[in-house]
């Protein structure tokens, strides 16, 4: 690990940006879903839901680390909400570390910076995965201005033939993540069909926030 020296007269850096994800029990945040899933030719499901996200509690693990337990909620019309499960967040050389679905990833790191990279598995047990920070600064979702913002961009690829795999998330300083999305396709590769760019499987979600707070 690496530390930058300061002089006399400056300052220590105080700030690192840890606020772009805060970490409270009872914190929550709504998301509005739009989601597409191909199962093959002609074979497409869309549908349109909510995701309510809330820091449940949380633990101190055997590195004596402290992790937070988030619930996640699913609901058709923002009223009845179901469980869909559970994930963590921790902060971990100074870097925000998910853990969901069994799998461990890098999704943010402070004090986050214009160009910075890193390898978004690095706890995990998969192949290397860059992430790296491609906009900071003032970000318009839906027509509300969101100051402060971090995007995190995971995959930009589209070859036209086999695959196209766009994803990212938004961070803004004082709420958390206001947006993600992911857009993962494969293409028929059939000689019949090789280079049409005809969708033969994958998924598009997008999450966009409509509400947080704490309760």
């Known amino acids: 690990m690496a530390f930058t020296a300061c002089s006399e007269n400056e300052p220590p ?25 191909v199962f ?13 996200d809330r820091i449940d509690y949380r633990y101190q693990n055997a590195e004596n680390k402290e992790v937070f337990v988030l619930t996640r909620e699913k609901s058709s019309d923002g009223i009845f909400w179901k ?9 971990r050389n100074n870097a925000l570390v998910r853990t969901m679905e069994n799998k461990r990833t890098v999704n943010l790191v402070f004090p986050p910076k214009i160009g910075l990279s890193w390898d978004a598995n690095i706890y995990g047990t998969q192949q290397e995965d860059l992430f790296t920070i491609n906009l900071l600064g003032k970000y318009e979702l839906e027509g509300q201005g969101f100051s402060n913002s971090v995007r ?20 803004s300083k004082g709420i958390g993540m206001i947006e993600q999305y992911d857009e993962v396709f494969t293409y028929c590769s059939r000689n019949d069909c090789l ?3 005809i969708i033969e499987s994958g998924r ?9 707070g704490k309760n």
């Open 13 to 37: 850096q105080t700030d690192f940006g840890l606020d772009y994800q805060p970490l409270v029990v009872g914190s929550y945040w709504k998301y509005k879903v739009l989601e597409t899933r």
């Open 204 to 212: 598009f979600t997008h999450l966009k926030i409509i509400e947080y």
């Open 195 to 197: 280079g049409q760019q």
């Open 40 to 52: 093959g030719q002609d074979d497409t499901e869309t549908e349109n839901f909510f995701y309510r």
């Open 83 to 91: 469980l869909q499960g559970n994930f963590a967040l921790e902060i």
């Open 152 to 171: 995190v961009l995971k995959e930009e690829g589209d070859d036209k033939i086999t695959y196209i795999d766009n994803r990212y998330e938004v961070f």
